[in-house]
């Protein structure tokens, strides 16, 4: 394989912030040094001012993702190139269990789907939405033998996905004694199907009510919940999409006494607010996410917890669903819901913009510094999820994934210019400070500017190992 040196960025990891030079060689580091001296077989790239980042790791993403009678509109191919050309080497998507299979055979399935397609690197959290001695003990070899160390548990979606307390408790007793994590999405299921109900009983069928039926407190009294049955276990415990301060203060709480608490948020929490469900306008099922925006002071605890490390991970929940019905051929998308909210898929895309968005609004405003962008977008979540120090650091030994990312460009958001097969973005019109130049694959160039390098099935499938956060 050739090698390439990146000579005099400015490498920043999660705790360094220095000019160098950095080798790679193989797919990996080789050396980090100044003036480093090598030969004409390699390739070198002046990334004088720049900055040199390890590539993001995506923790929340979902192609090919089957939910209810419709799937996400990105493929493993379209999302992980997208993934790419936002500075993004490595996504954690999900396996489902459903009905008909077992973990392991959910597991089976996404990577043969995911395999000839992934254009970076990629592992799986499996969803367990049924608990037997069966799926405990393929729990555990999924574990030990396929690299898969997470799972993931939704408290919402009654009859659907939901799982029963005393099922979380057995998985989070298990997964925690053994190394792993379970990922809980903590909303309380049957209330929100009750005010759902009851809405559209009422006549109330526009999106902005998808909103209205998923209160805050619900998040906040399933987040307390989630959190005392971790304890009660003994596990840690990752809270996805957390997106309120309902949420967020039983985090922090159950934190500040020693419970090992996790928890992301999502760029789209942090960009946008709950003024946007302000009318009954079929548009607004562009922010038909679960959970859905919140108020201006929910994100005000966000930005603070994101500091303080309340929160560790910004990940995307990247769930795409066309507006436009057909587009590239994808039936029963956001329109699916036009005369009932509760029949839109749930989910926004945003795979492409998280770093560039989160320079901009975090960085730039002052918000992150930027070993703590580095440290939220790639070193965190690869050391939650047992992806480091393969992944989420520049350090000699550690994957060539590596970012050149220029800090002084610009660049206004359009849907037509991503690489998503969703027809629309949250960011439409947007402009935003900072932009992805390069990006390499374990060395490999994989995208240069506007221009693709990268292949299908390129990217590998990563086993993943304990959790290393405390
Ligand atoms: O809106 C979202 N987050 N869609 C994905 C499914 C879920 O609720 O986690
Ligand atoms: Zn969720
Ligand atoms: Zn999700």
Redesign the pocket.
């Known amino acids: 394989m050739s090698s390439t040196l990146i000579r005099n960025g400015r490498v920043i990891t999660a705790s360094d912030d220095y000019v160098a030079d950095v080798l790679m060689r193989d797919g990996v580091v080789r050396a980090i040094g100044t003036a480093l001296e090598v030969g004409p077989d390699v390739k070198v790239v002046d990334a004088t001012d720049l900055y040199v980042l390890p590539g993001g790791v995506d923790t929340h993403v979902?192609m090919e993702?089957v939910?209810g009678p419709t799937i996400t509109c990105d493929t493993f191919a379209s999302g992980t190139k997208a993934a790419a050309f936002g500075g993004t080497t490595t996504v954690v998507d999900f396996a489902l269990q459903t009905a008909q299979d077992s973990v392991l055979g959910a597991i089976a399935r996404a990577q043969r789907s995911a395999e000839p397609q992934v254009n970076i690197d990629y592992s799986l959290h499996c969803i367990v939405t049924r608990v037997d001695a069966q799926v405990l003990a393929d729990t555990r070899h999924a574990m030990r033998h396929e690299g898969v160390t997470s799972f993931k548990m939704?408290m919402?979606?009654p009859g659907v996905m939901m799982a029963d307390d005393a099922a979380i408790f057995q998985m989070l007793r298990q997964v925690g004694a053994d190394g792993g994590m379970v990922a809980l999405?903590a909303e309380n299921g049957t209330v929100i199907d009750l005010l759902i109900k009851e809405a559209l009983e009422a006549g109330h069928t526009s999106p902005r009510y998808h909103a209205m039926t998923r209160p805050a407190i619900m998040e906040g009294e399933a987040t307390h919940r989630g959190i005392r049955l971790a304890e009660l276990a003994n596990a840690p415990i990752y809270f996805?999409?957390v997106s309120s301060n309902q949420a967020l203060k039983h985090i922090v709480a159950a934190r500040d006494e020693g419970i090992p608490v996790f928890a992301e948020t999502c760029p789209h929490y942090l960009l946008f607010d709950d003024s946007v469900y302000s009318s009954d306008d079929f548009e607004i099922a562009k922010y038909?996410?679960?959970?859905p925006l919140r108020t201006p002071d929910d994100q005000k605890h966000l930005w603070r917890a994101l500091r303080y490390d309340d929160l560790q991970v910004i990940a995307t929940?990247h769930?795409p669903f066309c507006m436009k019905e057909g587009h590239l051929g994808y039936r029963l998308q956001k329109q699916r819901g036009k005369d009932d909210f509760s029949l839109i898929?749930?989910?926004?895309p945003g795979i492409e913009t998280r770093l560039a968005s989160l320079f901009d609004i975090g960085v730039m405003q002052g918000k992150l510094s930027l070993n703590r962008f580095v440290e939220l977008t790639s070193t965190t979540p690869a050391k939650l999820f047992g992806l480091f120090p393969k992944k989420g650091t520049i350090a000699v030994g550690s994957d060539a994934d590596v970012v050149l990312f220029d800090p002084a460009a610009t660049q206004t958001i359009r849907a037509k210019d991503l690489h998503s097969n969703c027809d629309y973005t949250l960011l439409e019109g947007r402009t935003l400070r900072g932009k992805v130049e390069k990006v390499f694959l374990r060395g490999e160039l994989i995208v240069d500017g506007p221009d693709w390098h990268g292949r299908e099935g390129m990217g590998r499938f990563v086993p993943r190992g304990e959790v290393r956060a405390f």
Not at 288 to 291: L, R
Not at 345 to 348: D, L, T, Y
């Open positions: 979902h993702n939910i939704f919402a979606y999405h996805v999409h038909v996410m679960t959970p929940d769930c898929p749930n989910g926004a």
